[in-house]
T-cell receptor, first 112, second 111 residues
Framework: SQTIHQWPATLVQPVGSPLSLECTVE??????LYWYRQAAGRGLQLLFY??????ISSEVPQNLSASRPQDRQFILSSKKLLLSDSGFYLC???????????FGPGTRLTVT | SQQGEEDPQALSIQEGENATMNCSYK?????LQWYRQNSGRGLVHLIL?????REKHSGRLRVTLDTSKKSSSLLITASRAADTASYFC???????????FGTGTRLQVFP
Protein backbone atom coordinates (compact mmCIF):
# COMPACT_ATOMS: atom_id res chain seq x y z
CA SER A 1 0.00 0.00 0.00
CA GLN A 2 1.03 3.57 -0.56
CA THR A 3 2.07 5.89 2.24
CA ILE A 4 3.17 9.49 2.33
CA HIS A 5 5.47 10.97 4.92
CA GLN A 6 6.11 14.57 5.86
CA TRP A 7 8.54 16.00 8.33
CA PRO A 8 8.91 17.72 10.59
CA ALA A 9 5.40 17.77 12.08
CA THR A 10 5.87 21.18 13.66
CA LEU A 11 8.47 23.86 13.17
CA VAL A 12 9.09 27.25 14.74
CA GLN A 13 11.53 29.40 12.82
CA PRO A 14 12.63 33.04 13.11
CA VAL A 15 12.06 35.53 10.32
CA GLY A 16 14.90 35.44 7.81
CA SER A 17 15.91 31.86 8.52
CA PRO A 18 15.94 29.15 5.83
CA LEU A 19 13.35 26.41 5.45
CA SER A 20 13.37 22.87 4.21
CA LEU A 21 10.31 20.62 4.39
CA GLU A 22 10.49 17.12 3.04
CA CYS A 23 7.85 14.82 1.65
CA THR A 24 8.33 11.22 0.53
CA VAL A 25 5.92 8.73 -0.99
CA GLU A 26 6.23 4.97 -0.72
CA UNK A 27 4.58 2.21 -2.67
CA UNK A 28 4.05 3.93 -6.01
CA UNK A 29 6.12 5.07 -8.96
CA UNK A 30 6.10 8.37 -10.83
CA UNK A 31 3.44 10.02 -8.68
CA UNK A 32 2.22 13.53 -9.29
CA LEU A 33 3.30 15.54 -6.25
CA TYR A 34 1.84 18.70 -4.73
CA TRP A 35 2.62 21.26 -2.04
CA TYR A 36 -0.28 23.17 -0.50
CA ARG A 37 -0.50 25.78 2.22
CA GLN A 38 -3.49 26.19 4.47
CA ALA A 39 -4.02 29.34 6.53
CA ALA A 40 -5.95 28.98 9.79
CA GLY A 41 -9.60 28.18 9.13
CA ARG A 42 -9.19 28.42 5.38
CA GLY A 43 -9.03 26.22 2.32
CA LEU A 44 -5.91 24.98 0.62
CA GLN A 45 -3.74 27.06 -1.68
CA LEU A 46 -1.73 25.15 -4.27
CA LEU A 47 1.91 26.24 -4.17
CA PHE A 48 3.77 23.80 -6.45
CA TYR A 49 3.13 20.63 -8.34
CA UNK A 50 5.37 18.18 -10.14
CA UNK A 51 4.64 15.52 -12.73
CA UNK A 52 8.19 14.12 -12.76
CA UNK A 53 11.77 14.46 -11.55
CA UNK A 54 13.02 18.00 -12.05
CA UNK A 55 9.63 19.18 -13.36
CA ILE A 56 8.17 21.83 -11.09
CA SER A 57 5.27 24.17 -11.74
CA SER A 58 4.83 27.17 -9.48
CA GLU A 59 1.38 28.51 -8.79
CA VAL A 60 2.09 31.40 -6.49
CA PRO A 61 5.05 33.80 -6.88
CA GLN A 62 6.70 34.14 -3.50
CA ASN A 63 9.90 33.39 -1.66
CA LEU A 64 9.29 29.63 -1.62
CA SER A 65 10.72 27.10 -4.04
CA ALA A 66 10.31 23.38 -4.59
CA SER A 67 12.50 20.62 -5.89
CA ARG A 68 12.05 16.99 -6.80
CA PRO A 69 15.48 15.36 -6.65
CA GLN A 70 14.09 11.81 -6.73
CA ASP A 71 10.94 10.23 -8.11
CA ARG A 72 9.17 10.03 -4.76
CA GLN A 73 10.74 12.95 -2.93
CA PHE A 74 9.42 16.50 -2.93
CA ILE A 75 11.11 19.31 -1.02
CA LEU A 76 9.79 22.77 -0.17
CA SER A 77 12.41 25.39 0.59
CA SER A 78 12.95 29.01 1.38
CA LYS A 79 16.14 31.00 1.73
CA LYS A 80 14.60 33.59 4.04
CA LEU A 81 11.28 33.09 5.79
CA LEU A 82 8.71 35.84 6.16
CA LEU A 83 6.05 36.15 8.86
CA SER A 84 3.44 35.55 6.15
CA ASP A 85 4.94 32.10 5.48
CA SER A 86 3.36 30.77 8.67
CA GLY A 87 0.75 28.13 8.03
CA PHE A 88 -0.02 24.46 7.67
CA TYR A 89 1.90 22.89 4.79
CA LEU A 90 0.52 19.78 3.17
CA CYS A 91 2.11 17.47 0.66
CA UNK A 92 -0.05 15.27 -1.53
CA UNK A 93 0.31 12.78 -4.36
CA UNK A 94 -1.93 11.42 -7.06
CA UNK A 95 -1.78 8.80 -9.78
CA UNK A 96 -3.55 10.96 -12.34
CA UNK A 97 -3.35 14.77 -12.43
CA UNK A 98 -7.13 15.08 -12.28
CA UNK A 99 -7.77 12.20 -9.92
CA UNK A 100 -8.06 11.94 -6.18
CA UNK A 101 -5.16 13.17 -4.11
CA UNK A 102 -3.68 11.56 -1.02
CA PHE A 103 -2.36 13.85 1.66
CA GLY A 104 0.42 13.63 4.18
CA PRO A 105 -0.05 14.58 7.85
CA GLY A 106 1.18 18.15 7.31
CA THR A 107 3.78 20.45 8.85
CA ARG A 108 2.68 23.34 11.02
CA LEU A 109 5.14 26.18 10.48
CA THR A 110 5.24 29.21 12.76
CA VAL A 111 7.52 32.05 11.76
CA THR A 112 8.33 34.35 14.69
CA SER B 1 -8.40 32.26 -6.84
CA GLN B 2 -11.25 30.50 -5.03
CA GLN B 3 -13.38 28.32 -7.26
CA GLY B 4 -15.61 26.54 -4.79
CA GLU B 5 -17.55 27.93 -1.88
CA GLU B 6 -19.13 25.71 0.71
CA ASP B 7 -22.33 26.48 2.51
CA PRO B 8 -22.86 26.59 5.42
CA GLN B 9 -19.50 27.59 6.85
CA ALA B 10 -20.37 25.76 10.06
CA LEU B 11 -22.97 23.15 10.96
CA SER B 12 -23.86 21.63 14.34
CA ILE B 13 -26.13 18.60 14.63
CA GLN B 14 -26.94 15.73 16.98
CA GLU B 15 -25.78 12.18 16.43
CA GLY B 16 -28.17 10.30 14.20
CA GLU B 17 -29.22 13.35 12.21
CA ASN B 18 -28.29 13.89 8.59
CA ALA B 19 -25.78 16.55 7.59
CA THR B 20 -25.96 18.34 4.25
CA MET B 21 -23.20 20.54 2.89
CA ASN B 22 -23.33 22.44 -0.36
CA CYS B 23 -20.64 23.57 -2.75
CA SER B 24 -20.97 26.10 -5.55
CA TYR B 25 -18.40 26.76 -8.23
CA LYS B 26 -17.93 29.24 -11.01
CA UNK B 27 -16.57 27.62 -14.17
CA UNK B 28 -16.89 24.35 -16.06
CA UNK B 29 -15.31 21.38 -14.37
CA UNK B 30 -13.87 18.00 -15.22
CA UNK B 31 -14.75 16.54 -11.84
CA LEU B 32 -15.59 17.55 -8.30
CA GLN B 33 -14.16 15.93 -5.20
CA TRP B 34 -15.00 16.00 -1.50
CA TYR B 35 -12.40 15.75 1.23
CA ARG B 36 -12.52 15.56 4.98
CA GLN B 37 -10.02 17.06 7.41
CA ASN B 38 -9.85 16.32 11.09
CA SER B 39 -8.45 19.17 13.16
CA GLY B 40 -4.73 19.64 12.57
CA ARG B 41 -4.47 16.68 10.22
CA GLY B 42 -4.09 16.01 6.53
CA LEU B 43 -7.06 15.71 4.19
CA VAL B 44 -8.72 12.44 3.37
CA HIS B 45 -10.36 11.88 0.00
CA LEU B 46 -14.03 10.90 0.30
CA ILE B 47 -15.56 10.77 -3.13
CA LEU B 48 -15.04 11.94 -6.72
CA UNK B 49 -17.90 12.70 -9.07
CA UNK B 50 -17.32 13.33 -12.76
CA UNK B 51 -19.03 16.11 -14.68
CA UNK B 52 -21.21 13.60 -16.55
CA UNK B 53 -22.44 11.98 -13.32
CA ARG B 54 -25.36 13.24 -11.25
CA GLU B 55 -25.16 11.19 -8.07
CA LYS B 56 -22.73 8.94 -6.28
CA HIS B 57 -22.85 6.95 -3.07
CA SER B 58 -20.20 5.65 -0.73
CA GLY B 59 -21.36 4.11 2.52
CA ARG B 60 -23.22 6.83 4.45
CA LEU B 61 -22.14 9.48 1.95
CA ARG B 62 -24.23 10.69 -0.95
CA VAL B 63 -22.94 13.28 -3.39
CA THR B 64 -24.98 15.02 -6.06
CA LEU B 65 -23.78 17.23 -8.86
CA ASP B 66 -25.85 19.73 -10.84
CA THR B 67 -23.65 21.15 -13.59
CA SER B 68 -26.43 23.47 -14.82
CA LYS B 69 -26.46 25.16 -11.42
CA LYS B 70 -22.73 24.65 -10.87
CA SER B 71 -23.35 23.12 -7.49
CA SER B 72 -22.82 19.94 -5.53
CA SER B 73 -24.04 18.63 -2.22
CA LEU B 74 -22.62 16.15 0.26
CA LEU B 75 -25.08 14.31 2.47
CA ILE B 76 -23.88 12.34 5.48
CA THR B 77 -26.65 10.14 6.79
CA ALA B 78 -27.03 8.96 10.40
CA SER B 79 -24.12 11.11 11.55
CA ARG B 80 -21.77 10.06 14.32
CA ALA B 81 -19.58 12.07 16.68
CA ALA B 82 -16.60 10.72 14.72
CA ASP B 83 -17.87 12.60 11.65
CA THR B 84 -16.87 15.87 13.34
CA ALA B 85 -14.41 17.47 10.92
CA SER B 86 -14.08 20.07 8.18
CA TYR B 87 -15.34 19.08 4.76
CA PHE B 88 -13.96 20.60 1.57
CA CYS B 89 -15.10 20.45 -1.99
CA UNK B 90 -12.48 20.69 -4.69
CA UNK B 91 -12.92 21.09 -8.42
CA UNK B 92 -10.75 20.16 -11.35
CA UNK B 93 -11.41 22.87 -13.88
CA UNK B 94 -12.18 21.79 -17.41
CA UNK B 95 -9.02 21.44 -19.52
CA UNK B 96 -6.72 21.81 -16.54
CA UNK B 97 -5.09 19.36 -14.19
CA UNK B 98 -5.28 21.37 -10.98
CA UNK B 99 -7.48 20.84 -7.97
CA UNK B 100 -8.98 24.05 -6.58
CA PHE B 101 -10.27 23.84 -3.01
CA GLY B 102 -13.14 25.67 -1.41
CA THR B 103 -13.07 27.18 2.06
CA GLY B 104 -14.78 24.26 3.80
CA THR B 105 -17.69 23.49 6.10
CA ARG B 106 -16.95 22.78 9.76
CA LEU B 107 -19.24 20.01 10.97
CA GLN B 108 -19.76 19.38 14.67
CA VAL B 109 -21.73 16.27 15.65
CA PHE B 110 -22.78 16.16 19.28
CA PRO B 111 -23.23 12.78 21.00
Amino acid sequence: SQTIHQWPATLVQPVGSPLSLECTVEGTSNPNLYWYRQAAGRGLQLLFYSVGIGQISSEVPQNLSASRPQDRQFILSSKKLLLSDSGFYLCAWSVYPIGEQYFGPGTRLTVT
Amino acid sequence: SQQGEEDPQALSIQEGENATMNCSYKTSINNLQWYRQNSGRGLVHLILIRSNEREKHSGRLRVTLDTSKKSSSLLITASRAADTASYFCATVLYNTDKLIFGTGTRLQVFP
